[in-house]
């Protein structure tokens, strides 16, 4: 039997996150210093290891590099994440590494060509927080979810710690997995999530519907996934939503 170790994650990252983080259990921010309890923090907490790329790597090698109709996208991020992912059990290194995609990903000079004019720069940041700790989040190459933390449902996590309500919060869903969608963008996606590992997919139809995104491996078994899922999602989000402070967000 594989004990995982427990051990409280400590990270700094170049940003503070907003304080408000502390109403979800197993999680205390302190400035740009986040704390988490695995044990409190995770529904389910099954591994402590994750597949990740040097982010200077990417940026280097990859995000300038354009497909050709011989090799696709996908095949460069895949044989990228072959020659240069590193496994590793260091959860902080794991943050790390996924501030820096999402603050790419979701950088405010995007804001003029996205067309919601509801969308603010500090939405910009409350997207690149949520997604940086949805990266300890895991799916199994089998298409099991190992590891599922509050993140995962999103409009219930940012209407618990952002006091969003439930119109504003399914938008900034929707901006996180659909509402940029257009081909450039998912371009830069698949390349800037070699960093961590795989390719970002949601469980998620049209709309946000709390079904989630998480970055799973290449390969990983979507039909799995999708089963594995539905069978714990409802319980879950009712008990992210109880840390609510205003219930009517």
Same mark, same amino acid.
């Given at each position: 039997?594989?004990?995982i170790d427990t051990t409280a994650i400590t990270v700094e990252l170049p940003e503070a996150f907003d304080p408000r983080w502390s109403r979800l259990p197993g999680i205390q921010v302190d400035g740009r210093r986040i704390t988490i309890d695995p044990t409190e923090y995770f529904f389910r907490f099954e591994s402590n290891t994750w597949l990740v790329a040097d982010w200077e790597l990417v940026t280097t090698r990859l995000l300038d590099v354009d497909e050709t109709n011989e090799s696709a996208v996908e095949q460069l991020a895949l044989d990228?994440?072959?020659?240069?992912?590193?496994?590793?059990?260091? %959860?902080?290194? !794991?943050?790390?590494? %996924?501030?820096? !995609?999402?603050?790419y990903l979701f950088r405010d000079e995007h804001l003029a060509g996205l067309g919601l004019s509801q969308i603010t720069a500090d939405h910009l940041r409350m997207l690149r927080e949520a997604a940086t700790l949805m990266a300890l989040n895991k799916v199994e190459v089998d298409g099991r979810i190992s590891n599922v933390g509050p993140c995962w449902f999103f409009p219930a996590a940012t209407s618990v710690v952002f006091d969003l309500d439930g119109e504003m919060g399914g938008m900034l869903d929707e901006v996180y997995h659909g509402g940029w969608f257009n081909e450039h963008r998912r371009i830069e996606s698949i390349k800037a999530h070699t960093a961590l590992g795989g390719r970002l997919v949601h469980g998620c139809q049209s709309v946000p519907d709390q079904t989630g995104g998480v970055v799973a491996p290449y390969?990983?078994?979507m039909a799995k996934f999708r089963d594995d899922l539905a069978e714990f999602k409802a319980s879950w989000i009712e008990q992210v939503y109880a840390h609510r402070v205003n219930p009517s967000a």
């Open positions: 039997m594989t004990t990228f994440i072959k020659n240069h992912g590193e496994s590793t059990s260091d %959860a902080a290194r !794991v943050l790390t590494t %996924a501030y820096e !995609v999402y603050a390969g990983a078994s």
